[in-house]
Structures are given as C-alpha cells and as structure tokens.
C-alpha cells in the first residue's frame, strides 16, 4: 500500500475539514445515510480487496463542514486498467486513454458515484483537492469523479472545473406502484394452477400500471409466461446464501460482458459484493442448469438491477430476459419498494419499458496540462454520445 498523510488539513474557500481513513470501515456508524447504495461504506469496502479491478492502493476521506453540514464519505483507488473503463473505450475503438495507475474517486463500477445532490460546496472543493493530493502522493495519471447526475455534476464543476467531462452512460429507472395486496412469493409452486394464476394476475396488475404502453405490457406478460412453461423458475438469494450459485453466476455475467464487447467481471467481485447489506441474486433456474441472473441491491427504498448474467444460447428458447425482468419488477413491489433502478446498458428495450434516463458525467482531473489526452478524452465523449443515441433509437 502507497503511504498517504493519515489526517489530512484541505485549504478551501469555505474552510472545510478532511480526514482520511484507511479502511471504509473505519467511517463513523453515525454518518448519514447516502444517497445510493453505491455510496455507502459498506459498498467502498467491498473495492478494497479486488482483483477483477486492480486496486493497488486505497483512501477514503471523510468531509464535514463548518456550517455543521452533514459528514460525507468519499472512496479514492488508485486502479491500474479499469475493465469498465476499457468498455467505454472498446466499442468506440480508439486508443488507450491511460498507461499506468489512475484514481478513481470511487470505481466506475459504482452505478452512481459523487458525494450527493446535498453535498456543499466546500465538500465539493474538498473531495476534488484530497483527491489530487492523493494524485500527487501516488503519481497517478489523472484522477476520476464518475457517475454524477446532469445538476451534480455541474455543480462539481463550478466548484473546480474539471480538464475533461465525459457523458459516459445511462440509468434507467421508474417509479414502483403500491398494491394494496398480492400473492406470496412462490404462490405458484405453492398452490398449484390456483396459485400460478394469482402470480400472473399480480404480474399483470404491476406491469399494467408500470409501463404506459399496455402492448409492451402484454408482450412482457406473455413471455413470462412463456419462459414458465418451458420450465424456468425464479429463486431470490440473500447475501451469503447465494454463495454455492455464484461461480455459475460469474460465468453467465462474463458471457454478458463479453457479448457487448468486453468483460467486466470475476469470481471475486461479485463474492464481496454479496457482504454488502441488500444484495440479492435473483435467479431464473432451469432442468438444465442456471439460465440467467441479476444481481441486485434493495435499498433506501429502490431495487437496484446491477448486473446480468445470460445464457445466450438458450435465451431466445426460455426468455430468460424478459422473465427475469418481469419477476424483478414483481419482487420489487411485492417487498414495498417504491422505485425500479434497472440500471446500465440496453437502452433501447428499457426505453421501451416506460423507464426514465438518467446521464451519468464522469470528470477527468489531470496532473498538469496534456493536449493529447485531453483530445483523446474530448473524442471519448463524442464517440460515446453518437453510440448511446444510436443505441436508444435501436
């Protein structure tokens, strides 16, 4: 581990104190909950141990301010070739950005990053001063704030104007509708053919009031219905439950990964994901071994669809897609939530779904001035702009 001051004083305009933690763990258990789950400590400490991200180095610093704003905790790592940063170079085939160590203040990996829309200004001025001071103390080639909103990341940049912005992705999400009533989960298995029509009338009336399109609706009706009768189950696991399916998981999400051009995943990623409070693997189980999952996060009231693994040979037989979509929606009201993140990726069938966009920005803070990567960054933007917006009108 690189050596960095233990406590940290940052100069800023407002005066806002920084401390840097080793661990995560080590954030005071009074400090407010966040935003998003990809926020939290217990998300950060997950990133300290990976290989399937190369993390060769970690602070955290936790800010406060004067105003007696509330505390916020900001994770930095030092990271020698992102795989989801090389996903956004690849399908736009330009060359490496980076040839050594970059920080990222946290990982890309995290769906949404930033420190919160409440976050001040001083802890704005803060986070992006540790961050390059870790910058300097680690000879990192430029330092990274992905994942922010349309309004946080302006304000990021107001604060300290970034050498790059990057409109890196999209989220996609909904607002769940509350029934007043619904079957029990596995009613089918259960009850037999009287259970199995409740479940599909529960699916009914939750997808009927989600997507605005009742054609879309019916069509997600029927193929969930579909994938039952060729024999596909779905079965939810919690936290370290999911253990003995996640080698099975792990090479279905690799397969995902790779069909869209580059893997992003490992053993070791999702197995320190399942400690973290409200991580589910939600699993559509077959006769004939693990059709598919998603890999999820219940939290602060939404459920969060992270990650996908498919069996793409036999997903046009089971609909093993539209069935795990459809028994995450149903799992998600049926446990109270109040909004669907589906995450990443796929636009054009979650557009289609009546789901909301969100842009994620992700800002690039350099060592000092760097023409060519400052063109290479400009042209990542662009090249990711045109591919998101053909992606969408697919």
Not at 69 to 81: K, Q, V, W
Not at 128 to 148: S, T
Not at 229 to 256: K, P, Q, S
Not at 316 to 336: C, D, K, N, Q, W
Request: with cysteine; charged share 20%.
């Amino acid at each position: 581990m690189l050596s960095v001051p233990a406590d940290v004083r940052l100069r800023t305009t407002a005066a806002a104190f920084g401390r840097w933690l080793e661990h995560a763990a080590d954030a005071p258990a009074a400090l407010p909950l966040p935003e998003h789950i990809h926020q939290t400590p217990a998300w950060a400490s997950a990133w300290e141990r990976l290989r399937t991200e190369p993390v060769l180095a970690h602070r955290h610093l936790l800010l406060s301010a004067p105003s007696g704003a509330p505390e916020r905790l900001l994770s930095f790592y030092l990271i020698d070739g992102s795989p989801f940063w090389t996903s956004y170079e690849q399908p736009l085939g330009m060359a490496p950005v980076w040839d050594g160590p970059v920080i990222y203040g946290p990982s890309m990996y995290a769906e949404y990053g930033g420190l919160g829309v409440g976050a001040t200004a001083a802890q704005l001025a803060a986070a992006v001063d540790g961050g390059r001071e870790l910058m300097r103390a680690w000879d990192a080639q430029a330092l990274v704030i992905p994942n922010l909103g349309a309004a946080e990341a302006a304000r990021w940049q107001q604060v300290r104007p970034a050498d790059a912005a990057i409109l890196c992705d999209l989220t996609h999400h909904a607002p769940l509708p509350i029934l007043s009533s619904a079957p029990a989960a596995g009613a089918g298995a259960a009850a037999g053919a009287t259970g199995e029509a409740a479940e599909e009338a529960y699916l009914r009336q939750v997808l009927y009031r989600l997507i605005p399109a009742r054609r879309i609706a019916r069509d997600l009706v029927r193929q969930w219905k579909r994938a039952r009768e060729a024999g596909v189950r779905a079965h939810l696991l919690h936290g370290r439950d999911m253990d003995f399916a996640l080698e099975d998981f792990t090479h279905l999400a690799i397969e995902a990964a790779l069909a869209h051009g580059c893997n992003t995943y490992g053993d070791d990623l999702f197995r320190a994901l399942a400690e973290v409070p409200g991580a589910r693997l939600l699993l559509a189980q077959h006769e004939h071994g693990l059709a598919g999952g998603f890999f999820c996060f219940a939290y602060g009231g939404t459920l969060y669809l992270w990650t996908a693994g498919l069996h793409y040979a036999r997903l046009p037989a089971l609909h093993t897609y539209a069935f795990l979509m459809a028994e995450s929606i149903v799992h998600a009201a049926r446990s109270g939530m109040r909004v669907l993140d589906a995450g990443r990726g796929n636009y054009s069938y979650k557009r289609r779904l009546g789901l909301s966009s969100r842009p994620l920005h992700t800002l690039v803070y350099l060592p000092r001035p760097d023409a060519r990567r400052r063109q290479l960054l400009a042209a990542m933007d662009q090249g990711l702009r045109a591919f998101i917006a053909a992606e969408q009108a697919a």
